[in-house]
Protein backbone atom coordinates (compact mmCIF):
# COMPACT_ATOMS: atom_id res chain seq x y z
CA UNK A 1 0.00 0.00 0.00
CA UNK A 2 2.75 2.41 0.81
CA UNK A 3 4.40 1.66 -2.68
CA UNK A 4 1.81 3.61 -4.32
CA UNK A 5 2.47 6.86 -2.62
CA UNK A 6 5.71 9.19 -2.77
CA UNK A 7 5.98 11.04 1.32
CA UNK A 8 7.05 14.11 1.04
CA UNK A 9 7.84 17.65 3.06
CA UNK A 10 6.06 20.99 2.12
CA UNK A 11 8.05 23.12 0.05
CA UNK A 12 6.75 24.62 -2.72
CA UNK A 13 4.24 27.55 -3.28
CA UNK A 14 2.20 25.38 -5.86
CA UNK A 15 2.32 22.46 -2.99
CA UNK A 16 1.29 24.93 -0.62
CA UNK A 17 -1.62 25.92 -2.57
CA UNK A 18 -2.87 22.69 -3.79
CA UNK A 19 -2.80 21.15 0.26
CA UNK A 20 -4.38 24.60 1.02
CA UNK A 21 -7.46 23.64 -1.53
CA UNK A 22 -7.66 20.37 -0.04
CA UNK A 23 -7.88 21.46 3.38
CA UNK A 24 -10.59 23.63 2.79
CA UNK A 25 -12.51 21.72 1.14
CA UNK A 26 -11.89 19.05 3.71
CA UNK A 27 -12.64 21.27 6.80
CA UNK A 28 -15.00 23.80 5.49
CA UNK A 29 -12.75 26.74 5.68
CA UNK A 30 -13.37 30.31 4.11
CA UNK A 31 -11.20 30.92 1.01
CA UNK A 32 -7.88 31.94 2.17
CA UNK A 33 -8.22 30.30 5.70
CA UNK A 34 -6.30 27.70 4.96
CA UNK A 35 -3.38 29.79 4.18
CA UNK A 36 -3.50 31.51 7.51
CA UNK A 37 -3.13 28.60 9.25
CA UNK A 38 -0.86 26.36 7.37
CA UNK A 39 1.58 30.14 7.91
CA UNK A 40 0.57 29.86 11.41
CA UNK A 41 1.78 25.98 11.86
CA UNK A 42 4.75 26.65 10.16
CA UNK A 43 4.50 25.23 6.13
CA UNK A 44 7.94 23.20 6.84
CA UNK A 45 5.99 21.28 9.58
CA UNK A 46 3.12 19.87 7.03
CA UNK A 47 3.53 16.81 4.90
CA UNK A 48 2.14 15.65 1.54
CA UNK A 49 1.28 12.59 -0.02
CA UNK A 50 1.47 12.42 -3.82
CA UNK A 51 -0.70 10.26 -5.93
CA UNK A 52 -0.12 9.86 -9.52
CA UNK A 53 2.20 12.96 -9.64
CA UNK A 54 -0.61 14.64 -7.81
CA UNK A 55 -0.81 15.85 -3.88
CA UNK A 56 -3.70 13.92 -2.81
CA UNK A 57 -3.53 15.28 0.93
CA UNK A 58 -1.03 16.36 3.87
CA UNK A 59 -1.10 16.86 7.59
CA UNK A 60 0.93 19.44 10.07
CA UNK A 61 2.71 18.13 12.66
CA UNK A 62 3.12 20.36 16.07
CA UNK A 63 5.67 19.60 18.15
CA UNK A 64 5.26 20.29 21.77
CA UNK A 65 5.28 18.37 24.92
CA UNK A 66 2.69 16.81 27.26
CA UNK A 67 2.72 15.67 30.87
CA UNK A 68 3.10 12.84 32.48
CA UNK A 69 3.11 11.74 36.05
CA UNK A 70 4.50 14.75 36.60
CA UNK A 71 7.29 14.11 33.34
CA UNK A 72 7.30 16.09 30.48
CA UNK A 73 7.46 13.82 27.63
CA UNK A 74 7.69 14.86 23.90
CA UNK A 75 4.75 14.36 21.60
CA UNK A 76 3.74 15.24 17.88
CA UNK A 77 0.71 16.33 17.71
CA UNK A 78 -1.13 15.75 14.29
CA UNK A 79 -3.34 17.89 12.73
CA UNK A 80 -5.42 18.96 9.96
CA UNK A 81 -4.94 15.24 8.43
CA UNK A 82 -7.18 15.88 5.08
CA UNK A 83 -7.32 13.75 1.58
CA UNK A 84 -8.59 15.01 -1.87
CA UNK A 85 -12.07 13.34 -2.21
CA UNK A 86 -10.90 11.98 -5.48
CA UNK A 87 -8.00 9.84 -3.46
CA UNK A 88 -10.14 9.04 -0.38
CA UNK A 89 -10.53 5.20 0.01
CA UNK A 90 -7.84 4.04 -1.64
CA UNK A 91 -4.93 4.39 1.07
CA UNK A 92 -3.53 7.64 1.00
CA UNK A 93 -4.38 8.76 4.39
CA UNK A 94 -3.23 5.12 5.88
CA UNK A 95 -0.05 5.80 3.89
CA UNK A 96 0.25 9.42 4.93
CA UNK A 97 0.25 8.64 8.45
CA UNK A 98 2.03 5.23 8.33
CA UNK A 99 5.10 7.05 6.81
CA UNK A 100 4.56 10.47 9.43
CA UNK A 101 5.04 7.55 12.20
CA UNK A 102 8.23 6.12 10.38
CA UNK A 103 9.89 9.71 10.43
CA UNK A 104 8.70 10.88 13.92
CA UNK A 105 10.15 7.42 14.85
CA UNK A 106 13.68 8.13 13.65
CA UNK A 107 13.23 11.80 15.16
CA UNK A 108 12.97 9.58 18.35
CA UNK A 109 9.45 11.12 19.14
CA UNK A 110 8.36 9.28 21.96
CA UNK A 111 4.26 9.67 21.63
CA UNK A 112 1.90 10.87 19.08
CA UNK A 113 -1.31 12.68 19.70
CA UNK A 114 -4.44 13.30 17.63
CA UNK A 115 -8.50 14.27 17.57
CA UNK A 116 -9.82 11.55 15.12
CA UNK A 117 -12.16 12.44 12.68
CA UNK A 118 -12.95 9.07 12.45
CA UNK A 119 -10.98 5.91 14.78
CA UNK A 120 -11.00 3.23 12.62
CA UNK A 121 -8.21 4.81 10.00
CA UNK A 122 -5.86 5.86 13.55
CA UNK A 123 -6.72 2.63 14.79
CA UNK A 124 -5.04 1.16 11.80
CA UNK A 125 -1.88 2.89 12.49
CA UNK A 126 -1.45 1.99 16.09
CA UNK A 127 -3.54 5.13 18.15
CA UNK A 128 -5.99 4.37 20.52
CA UNK A 129 -8.38 5.97 23.01
CA UNK A 130 -6.25 8.01 25.51
CA UNK A 131 -7.86 10.96 27.36
CA UNK A 132 -10.52 13.64 27.23
CA UNK A 133 -11.72 16.63 25.78
CA UNK A 134 -14.80 18.04 28.13
CA UNK A 135 -16.77 20.83 27.47
CA UNK A 136 -19.18 21.95 30.92
CA UNK A 137 -21.89 24.36 31.31
CA UNK A 138 -23.82 25.93 33.94
CA UNK A 139 -26.64 28.84 33.94
CA UNK A 140 -25.00 31.93 35.39
CA UNK A 141 -27.85 32.52 37.56
CA UNK A 142 -27.68 29.26 39.13
CA UNK A 143 -23.63 29.94 40.17
CA UNK A 144 -24.40 31.90 43.42
CA UNK A 145 -21.01 32.92 44.16
CA UNK A 146 -20.82 36.02 44.97
CA UNK A 147 -17.67 37.01 47.06
CA UNK A 148 -14.40 37.52 45.23
CA UNK A 149 -11.43 36.91 47.24
CA UNK A 150 -8.71 38.16 44.90
CA UNK A 151 -8.97 41.24 42.95
CA UNK A 152 -8.85 40.47 38.87
CA UNK A 153 -6.59 42.70 36.62
CA UNK A 154 -7.78 43.28 33.25
CA UNK A 155 -4.57 42.18 30.93
CA UNK A 156 -4.14 42.54 26.73
CA UNK A 157 -3.81 38.47 25.89
CA UNK A 158 -1.81 39.53 22.93
CA UNK A 159 1.07 39.30 25.18
CA UNK A 160 0.31 35.90 25.45
CA UNK A 161 3.40 35.18 27.43
CA UNK A 162 2.12 36.77 31.09
CA UNK A 163 0.39 33.55 31.21
CA UNK A 164 2.86 31.14 30.65
CA UNK A 165 4.21 30.72 33.80
CA UNK A 166 1.29 30.51 35.63
CA UNK A 167 0.04 27.48 32.87
CA UNK A 168 3.37 25.45 33.37
CA UNK A 169 2.70 25.52 37.07
CA UNK A 170 -0.68 24.22 36.77
CA UNK A 171 0.15 21.84 33.65
CA UNK A 172 2.58 19.49 35.23
CA UNK A 173 0.39 18.48 37.40
CA UNK A 174 -2.10 17.53 35.63
CA UNK A 175 -2.49 14.09 33.74
CA UNK A 176 -2.28 14.50 30.04
CA UNK A 177 -1.98 18.41 29.70
CA UNK A 178 -0.34 19.90 26.96
CA UNK A 179 3.51 21.96 27.36
CA UNK A 180 2.19 24.06 24.50
CA UNK A 181 4.33 25.66 21.81
CA UNK A 182 3.32 28.86 20.06
CA UNK A 183 1.23 27.68 17.43
CA UNK A 184 -1.12 26.54 20.56
CA UNK A 185 -0.85 29.95 22.10
CA UNK A 186 -1.47 31.72 19.53
CA UNK A 187 -4.84 29.43 18.56
CA UNK A 188 -5.86 30.32 21.92
CA UNK A 189 -5.77 33.70 22.02
CA UNK A 190 -6.80 34.63 18.19
CA UNK A 191 -10.13 35.61 18.08
CA UNK A 192 -12.64 34.44 15.79
CA UNK A 193 -14.98 36.42 13.24
CA UNK A 194 -17.06 39.19 15.39
CA UNK A 195 -15.49 38.10 18.68
CA UNK A 196 -13.24 40.16 20.95
CA UNK A 197 -11.06 37.65 23.49
CA UNK A 198 -10.15 39.21 27.06
CA UNK A 199 -7.75 38.45 29.26
CA UNK A 200 -7.33 38.43 33.61
CA UNK A 201 -5.21 37.80 35.78
CA UNK A 202 -6.73 36.38 39.32
CA UNK A 203 -4.64 38.29 41.93
CA UNK A 204 -2.27 41.20 42.00
CA UNK A 205 0.17 41.45 38.92
CA UNK A 206 3.10 40.61 41.49
CA UNK A 207 1.84 37.57 42.88
CA UNK A 208 -1.20 36.30 40.87
CA UNK A 209 -2.96 32.78 41.48
CA UNK A 210 -4.23 32.30 38.34
CA UNK A 211 -6.15 33.55 35.25
CA UNK A 212 -9.16 33.43 33.06
CA UNK A 213 -9.32 34.10 28.91
CA UNK A 214 -12.64 34.45 28.10
CA UNK A 215 -15.15 35.43 24.78
CA UNK A 216 -18.42 36.05 24.83
CA UNK A 217 -21.03 34.78 21.87
CA UNK A 218 -24.52 35.40 20.89
CA UNK A 219 -26.94 32.66 20.03
CA UNK A 220 -30.49 31.79 19.54
CA UNK A 221 -30.35 30.14 23.07
CA UNK A 222 -29.14 33.37 24.83
CA UNK A 223 -25.72 35.18 24.93
CA UNK A 224 -22.65 32.72 26.56
CA UNK A 225 -19.73 33.15 28.00
CA UNK A 226 -17.24 31.07 26.56
CA UNK A 227 -14.02 30.43 28.72
CA UNK A 228 -11.30 30.03 26.32
CA UNK A 229 -8.89 28.95 29.25
CA UNK A 230 -8.15 29.31 32.83
CA UNK A 231 -5.59 28.24 35.28
CA UNK A 232 -6.74 27.80 39.29
CA UNK A 233 -3.29 27.35 41.66
CA UNK A 234 -5.73 28.50 45.22
CA UNK A 235 -8.68 28.15 46.70
CA UNK A 236 -8.94 31.61 46.89
CA UNK A 237 -8.17 31.74 42.67
CA UNK A 238 -11.43 29.36 42.34
CA UNK A 239 -13.91 31.20 44.78
CA UNK A 240 -12.92 34.49 42.65
CA UNK A 241 -13.36 32.31 39.29
CA UNK A 242 -16.77 31.37 40.57
CA UNK A 243 -17.39 35.20 41.57
CA UNK A 244 -16.36 36.50 37.96
CA UNK A 245 -18.72 34.22 35.77
CA UNK A 246 -21.63 35.15 38.30
CA UNK A 247 -21.19 38.83 38.24
CA UNK A 248 -21.80 37.94 34.00
CA UNK A 249 -25.57 36.22 35.20
CA UNK A 250 -27.36 39.97 34.30
CA UNK A 251 -26.20 39.57 30.60
CA UNK A 252 -24.85 35.92 29.91
CA UNK A 253 -27.28 33.12 29.99
CA UNK A 254 -24.74 30.33 29.96
CA UNK A 255 -20.95 29.63 30.56
CA UNK A 256 -18.90 27.12 29.26
CA UNK A 257 -15.64 26.06 30.28
CA UNK A 258 -13.39 22.93 29.52
CA UNK A 259 -12.14 20.59 32.31
CA UNK A 260 -11.90 17.38 33.34
CA UNK A 261 -14.62 14.64 33.37
CA UNK A 262 -14.49 15.09 37.20
CA UNK A 263 -14.58 18.43 37.80
CA UNK A 264 -13.56 19.69 40.81
CA UNK A 265 -14.14 23.31 40.76
CA UNK A 266 -17.94 22.42 40.65
CA UNK A 267 -17.27 21.59 44.38
CA UNK A 268 -17.90 25.25 44.87
CA UNK A 269 -21.13 25.60 43.26
CA UNK A 270 -24.27 25.46 45.87
CA UNK A 271 -26.29 22.81 43.48
CA UNK A 272 -25.68 19.98 41.08
CA UNK A 273 -26.93 22.41 37.94
CA UNK A 274 -23.29 22.35 35.89
CA UNK A 275 -23.65 19.85 33.45
CA UNK A 276 -21.42 18.39 30.50
CA UNK A 277 -21.72 19.38 27.46
CA UNK A 278 -19.52 17.74 25.16
CA UNK A 279 -17.18 15.09 25.47
CA UNK A 280 -14.93 13.37 23.04
CA UNK A 281 -11.74 11.25 23.84
CA UNK A 282 -8.47 12.47 21.42
CA UNK A 283 -6.16 8.61 20.56
CA UNK A 284 -2.37 8.93 21.79
CA UNK A 285 0.17 6.62 19.51
CA UNK A 286 3.43 5.37 21.32
CA UNK A 287 5.54 5.57 19.03
CA UNK A 288 9.12 4.55 20.84
CA UNK A 289 8.04 1.98 23.29
CA UNK A 290 11.55 2.23 25.48
CA UNK A 291 11.88 6.42 25.24
CA UNK A 292 7.93 6.24 25.96
CA UNK A 293 8.33 4.19 29.15
CA UNK A 294 11.59 5.80 30.60
CA UNK A 295 10.41 9.42 30.00
CA UNK A 296 7.30 9.01 31.86
CA UNK A 297 6.69 9.67 35.69
CA UNK A 298 4.94 6.96 37.97
CA UNK A 299 3.54 7.22 41.87
CA UNK A 300 6.67 7.85 44.00
CA UNK A 301 5.61 5.14 46.00
CA UNK A 302 5.58 2.43 43.87
CA UNK A 303 7.93 -0.28 43.44
CA UNK A 304 8.09 -2.28 40.77
CA UNK A 305 8.83 -4.33 37.77
CA UNK A 306 6.69 -5.33 34.62
CA UNK A 307 7.86 -7.97 32.33
CA UNK A 308 5.92 -6.86 28.63
CA UNK A 309 5.72 -8.28 25.57
CA UNK A 310 4.48 -5.51 22.72
CA UNK A 311 2.93 -6.38 19.14
CA UNK A 312 3.53 -3.29 16.80
CA UNK A 313 2.55 -4.44 12.99
CA UNK A 314 4.25 -0.92 11.92
CA UNK A 315 7.49 -0.05 14.11
CA UNK A 316 9.28 -3.37 14.01
CA UNK A 317 11.38 -2.17 17.49
CA UNK A 318 8.37 -2.17 19.24
CA UNK A 319 8.21 -5.71 19.00
CA UNK A 320 8.90 -7.99 21.12
CA UNK A 321 9.51 -8.46 25.03
CA UNK A 322 10.50 -5.74 27.60
CA UNK A 323 11.03 -5.15 31.55
CA UNK A 324 10.29 -2.12 32.60
CA UNK A 325 11.39 -1.14 36.78
CA UNK A 326 9.67 1.33 38.29
CA UNK A 327 11.03 3.16 41.78
CA UNK A 328 11.43 6.21 42.92
CA UNK A 329 8.52 7.91 40.64
CA UNK A 330 11.01 6.95 37.54
CA UNK A 331 11.09 4.12 34.95
CA UNK A 332 13.84 2.17 33.52
CA UNK A 333 13.24 -0.09 30.68
CA UNK A 334 15.09 -3.34 29.05
CA UNK A 335 14.86 -5.29 26.55
CA UNK A 336 13.69 -9.32 27.37
CA UNK A 337 12.24 -10.97 29.97
CA UNK A 338 9.33 -13.31 30.77
CA UNK A 339 6.35 -11.62 28.44
CA UNK A 340 4.10 -12.11 30.83
CA UNK A 341 1.99 -8.75 30.55
CA UNK A 342 1.06 -9.33 26.52
CA UNK A 343 -0.69 -6.28 24.59
CA UNK A 344 -0.75 -4.66 21.17
CA UNK A 345 0.69 -1.20 20.65
CA UNK A 346 -3.25 0.05 20.31
CA UNK A 347 -3.88 -1.38 24.04
CA UNK A 348 -0.27 0.07 25.12
CA UNK A 349 -1.92 3.98 24.30
CA UNK A 350 -4.75 3.68 27.10
CA UNK A 351 -2.59 1.97 29.85
CA UNK A 352 0.33 4.48 29.21
CA UNK A 353 -1.76 7.11 29.79
CA UNK A 354 -4.54 5.85 32.67
CA UNK A 355 -7.46 6.05 30.94
CA UNK A 356 -8.29 2.68 31.70
CA UNK A 357 -6.94 0.41 33.76
CA UNK A 358 -5.38 -3.28 33.38
CA UNK A 359 -9.07 -4.56 34.42
CA UNK A 360 -10.32 -2.68 31.81
CA UNK A 361 -8.46 -3.71 28.87
CA UNK A 362 -8.61 -7.18 30.13
CA UNK A 363 -12.37 -7.07 30.14
CA UNK A 364 -12.59 -5.48 26.82
CA UNK A 365 -10.22 -8.40 25.35
CA UNK A 366 -7.27 -5.99 25.02
CA UNK A 367 -4.62 -8.27 26.94
CA UNK A 368 -3.30 -11.01 28.48
CA UNK A 369 -1.19 -11.26 31.40
CA UNK A 370 -0.34 -13.17 34.54
CA UNK A 371 -1.56 -12.88 38.53
CA UNK A 372 1.58 -10.98 38.80
CA UNK A 373 1.93 -9.16 35.70
CA UNK A 374 -1.28 -8.07 36.13
CA UNK A 375 -0.97 -6.26 39.79
CA UNK A 376 1.99 -5.13 38.49
CA UNK A 377 1.06 -2.98 35.54
CA UNK A 378 -2.45 -2.00 37.96
CA UNK A 379 0.25 -0.26 40.80
CA UNK A 380 2.60 0.83 38.04
CA UNK A 381 -0.09 3.12 35.58
CA UNK A 382 -2.24 4.17 38.34
CA UNK A 383 -3.50 8.26 37.89
CA UNK A 384 -6.19 10.37 37.82
CA UNK A 385 -7.95 10.33 34.42
CA UNK A 386 -5.85 12.39 31.63
CA UNK A 387 -7.52 15.51 29.80
CA UNK A 388 -6.56 18.36 28.36
CA UNK A 389 -8.00 21.72 27.24
CA UNK A 390 -6.45 22.54 23.88
CA UNK A 391 -8.00 21.21 20.62
CA UNK A 392 -5.67 21.19 18.04
Avoid at 225 to 250: E, K
Avoid at 285 to 295: G, P, Q, S
Wanted: with cysteine.
Amino acid sequence: MIAKFEYTTLVATEEIQQLGSILEQCFIMSPGDSETYINRVGSENFRIIYRDEQVAGGLGIISMGQWWGGQRVPMAGIAAVGIAPEYRGGGAAIALVQHTLQELYTQEVPISVLYPATQQLYRKAGYEQAGSFCIWEIPTESVQVREQTLPLQSVDVSNHEIFHDLYHQQAKLIHGYLDRNQVIWQGLIRPDSQETVYGYLIGTKEQPQGYIIVSQHSTKDGAILQVRDWVILTAAAAQTFWSFVSNHRSQIEQVRWKSSVIDSLTLLLPEQTAKIHSHERWMLRVIDVVKALEVRGYPPGIQAELHLAVQDDLLAANNGKFILSVANGRGEVIKGGKGEFQLDIRALAPLYTSLFTPHHLQMAGKLNATETAFSAATQIFAGESPWMTNFF
